[in-house]
């Protein structure tokens, strides 16, 4: 999977940085920890400033970032609760969970975006649950931009530093890459295997009438 980074970097710089954030954040399994990595590794040659690629990559994943969170507020809080009483068997969530899920968010929204945007798979499902539970798209733009632009810079900047020893880099970027869809992917398959939904936990009897109102 690194080839075709390195060589879209290499060809198209800031803007291939900023391509390739976008699609991770859109499609999770590109993992970021390659991108950045790699973004980083060119810039200590020379081909790119540290600040620039750490913008671009930064730009890039926020774009997709808010995609989204704007599409989590398209689909809305009934239609949500509608999906999850339909499929919660295959998203291994119940309303228990979710009713929880929003309670986390009006407290401790703000810290709970910032943080995800620095952990893998939840970088880009964050934005979800954000849009879902009405945040503010301020208070989203302003924690998913530092948390975003943090986790940018700590991957760009090991790249930079090891820039000389790419050749050491090139042999784990691969397995990196691979262990991390590996990872997402046996994640799910065990919470699909041992989740059980818990007694009386659907969404509330007026959640699916078309009366329900708009939140």
Known sequence: MEDWIIRLVEWAGYWGVALLMLI???FPPVPSEVIMTVAGVS??????????????GTAGAMLGNWFWYWLAIKFGEKRMNIFIDRYSRWLTLDWEEVERGHALFRKHGSIIVLVARMIPTLRSLISIPAGLFQM??????????????????????????????????EKWLGPLSTLVIVAIIGTYI????????????????DANSDTHPEA
């Open 24 to 26: 991770e954040t859109v």
């Open 43 to 56: 810039a200590s040659r020379g081909h790119m400033t540290l600040a620039g690629t750490i913008a671009a």
């Open 136 to 169: 503010s798209l301020r208070r989203f733009l302003i924690f998913s931009t530092i948390g975003t632009a943090s986790w940018s810079a700590a991957l760009a900047g090991a790249g930079y530093f090891l820039g000389s020893q790419f050749a050491d880099i």
């Open 190 to 205: 065990w919470r699909l295997l041992s989740w059980k939904p818990k007694r009386g936990a659907t969404a509330p009897a």
